[in-house]
């Protein structure tokens, strides 16, 4: 008489994936069946995946699967819900950052460019069937790690413990075919994209004679500052403005490093947006520019829609004193303080297309 078979119960510890994958098992058939958050394994971008980079860069890069797998990676969980407010479902991506990416790119603009650095450029990814996202370059490259966005190649869903098998609130089932954007900053899936497989950088068209000629280590002040909409400009409004302050921003500079701990006070950049240009919102983008020409870029979608376009000022005070320039930009949740607009003067309101 043959012995019974005795049965080994075990959590998913490490010993007993490998004892389960020595058995000619599949690790996502095991995680299907748990009902649990995907577990955080080692994936390999498949082969067929690319990426084109091109547009204002100093040369076009071509990312294949193989060079695509020398990047680091994240593995990201989002909750998405659609523009129109119904949801999409719980997963688990394992991606490539944008930042990872961008970092190794060199952008390029003509000789006759108003201004000779990235920060006022647009970012565009673009999907395989024309559909198009947009980012500005600064909420890439110098914001911080939380939430990035990112292009993932794997996806998993997230299932209750109970009844795993029955649960249809995912919208989607199965695995990724291409490169999937995923912006977990944002509130909802309006910028996400399937398929991607091109990467520009652009600048959008900006009324250049109504704004400051670009003064490398010009030392100036605001007089004041101009709200400028389809060509037009005009003195802006503080008045109903709500104020904001803040007393422990980290000062990092991309180029110089550390620049201190601060208190700072100003005007709300939402409210103060909302009362100067008619109709904004997360589909423009906002060009700031100082008395010597310095220019930032920021999209809607990171100033209206971000947990970190709360915080932005335009800070009139810092550490107790009048701000340097009088008036200043300030995205002070973002990590380096490279898209600090001294002497502010104008803020362009721009159409994202």
């Known amino acids: 008489m043959k012995k ?22 599949k690790l996502s058939d095991i995680m299907t069946v748990t009902g649990a958050t995907p577990l ?28 695509l797998n020398k990047f680091a990676t994240v593995r990201v969980r989002t909750r998405e819900v659609s523009p129109s407010g119904e ?25 006759t460019a108003p201004f ?30 939380r939430h990035p966005c990112t292009l993932a190649f794997h996806r998993r869903q997230v299932l209750p413990s109970k009844d795993p098998d029955k ?9 990724l075919e291409g490169l999937r954007l995923i912006c977990p900053r944002d509130p909802d899936t309006a910028r996400y994209l399937d398929d991607v497989t091109k990467m520009t950088l652009e600048v959008l068209k ?4 109504l704004l400051p000629v670009m003064k490398k280590g010009a030392k100036c002040s605001s007089d004041g500052i101009s709200a400028v909409q389809n060509g037009t400009a005009k003195p802006v409004v503080f008045e ?4 904001s302050k803040t007393s422990d921003w980290v000062r990092i500079g991309h180029g110089q490093g550390y620049k201190g701990i601060s208190s700072a006070g100003g005007y709300d950049l939402r409210s103060f947006l909302k ?30 829609g971000s947990a970190d376009g709360a915080s932005y000022m335009i800070v009139d005070s810092l550490n107790g004193k009048d701000a340097r320039g009088k008036y200043m930009l300030a995205p002070v949740a973002d990590y380096f303080v490279d898209r600090d607009v001294w002497g502010l003067t104008h803020i362009v309101m721009l159409d994202g297309k």
């Open 40 to 67: 955080a394994l080692r994936e390999s971008v498949p082969s067929g995946r690319s990426i084109v980079i091109t547009g204002m860069v100093k040369k076009e890069y071509n990312l294949s699967s193989y060079a």
């Open 206 to 209: 900006t009324p250049d004679d």
């Open 116 to 145: 000779d650095r990235p920060l006022d450029m647009v970012v565009v990814l673009h999907s395989a069937s024309g559909k198009t996202a947009r980012f500005s370059y600064g909420e890439l490259i110098f914001t911080d790690d």
């Open 167 to 175: 649960y249809t609130k995912n919208r989607h089932k199965g695995d």
């Open 240 to 243: 109903g403005v709500e104020r």
């Open 87 to 111: 949801f999409e479902g719980a997963y688990v991506y394992t991606g490539i950052p944008l930042y990872n990416i961008l970092e190794g790119v060199t952008p390029e603009k003509p000789k």
């Open 275 to 304: 009362k100067n240009f008619k109709n904004c919102g997360p589909d423009n983008f906002f060009l700031f520019v100082a008395c010597d020409g310095y220019r930032v870029l920021f999209s809607g979608r990171e100033i209206f």
């Open 4 to 25: 019974p078979k005795k049965i080994i119960l075990c959590t998913l510890s490490l010993s007993c994936l490998i004892a389960i994958t020595a058995c000619g098992k």
